[in-house]
């Protein structure tokens, strides 16, 4: 199984932490946010991983070259500017589509600033099952921007602002506000549905394919350890839940 991590945001909110270093090689814990991904990923038998790059991009070509790529077989995709979600996933389309498994295998798609324990293997298995186009690792938290889901859990819309401003893309009697952990699992069967250009998200891509029936799903991660690292406060905490063992 293929995975990509992406790695190319400017980390403007880990300031001053991301002054000379992309986030992907903030430390935590004595680990880059890069390292303990693919850790993570490795530990489910993942081996071939794409990385995007924009900010500081050389850094992480040079830092993976050092570490001899983890044991793994590892690319970048380098980005002259960023591409958002979607725009950076679609550029990675050839190093999904090439080889055997071709469009029958999905893939995972994780964001580096995250920390979590997620049992990747069931949430493919759950994937699997449903036969979604994509399944999206959600919970029930606070968050200042929900994703909607009715109560079969397929996506139906997303709700952001204090005021709790629903958009709904599909009919629903019952929406469900989750909140994404920037984890996901997706058939390569997206790219040939992809019509967006440019940066874009690829929420906005998921909004859009729901509206025309295609299955979005979540899986429910309630029970596992999370922890954006978007901020150097939540850097700091996700340090002390990695030295408690949060990840063993």
Same mark, same amino acid.
Request: charged share 25%; with cysteine.
């Given at each position: ?11 403007? @909110?880990?300031?001053?932490? %991301? ?12 680990? %880059? ?13 993942? @081996? +071939?991983?794409?990385?995007?790059? !924009? ?17 793994? @077989?590892?690319?970048?995709?380098? +980005?002259?500017?960023?591409?958002? %979600? ?23 798609? !994780? ?18 099952? =449903?036969?979604?186009?994509? %399944?999206?690792?959600?919970? +029930? ?10 109560? @079969? ?8 602002? =204090? ?6 893309? &599909? ?12 984890? !996901?699992?997706? =058939? ?44 150097? +406060?939540?850097?700091?905490?996700? &340090? ?9």
């Amino acid at each position: 199984m293929k995975a990509m991590v992406l790695a190319a945001g400017l980390g403007t @909110r880990l300031r001053p932490l %991301t002054d000379d270093r992309p986030k992907a090689l903030v430390e935590v814990a004595g680990k %880059t946010m890069l390292e303990i991904v693919l850790e993570r990923l490795r530990s489910f038998e993942i @081996r +071939e991983v794409i990385v995007n790059a !924009h900010h500081f991009g050389g850094q992480i070509a040079a830092y993976l070259k050092e570490n001899r790529d983890f044991g793994m @077989r590892i690319e970048i995709s380098y +980005e002259e500017i960023l591409l958002d %979600t979607g725009g950076g996933l679609k550029k990675a389309a050839p190093f999904f589509l090439a080889g055997a498994a071709g469009l029958d295998q999905p893939f995972i798609l !994780h964001n580096v600033d995250v920390i979590s324990a997620i049992d990747l293997r069931r949430m493919i298995q759950a994937h699997q099952a =449903s036969g979604a186009l994509a %399944t999206l690792a959600v919970q +029930e938290r606070e968050t200042s921007r929900y994703l909607l889901f009715d109560e @079969r859990m397929q996506l139906r819309g997303r709700r952001s602002g =204090s005021n709790a401003n629903d958009e709904l893309v &599909a009919a629903s009697t019952r929406a469900v506000p989750l909140a994404f952990c920037g984890i !996901h699992v997706i =058939s390569p069967r997206i790219f040939s549905l992809m019509t967006e250009q440019g940066a874009f998200s690829i929420i906005d891509v998921y909004l859009r394919l729901a509206a025309a029936r295609e299955k979005v799903m979540a899986f429910r991660a309630d029970e596992y350890y999370w922890r954006d690292l978007g901020k150097p +406060e939540q850097v700091e905490k996700a &340090a002390e839940d990695l030295r408690r063992g949060v990840l063993q």
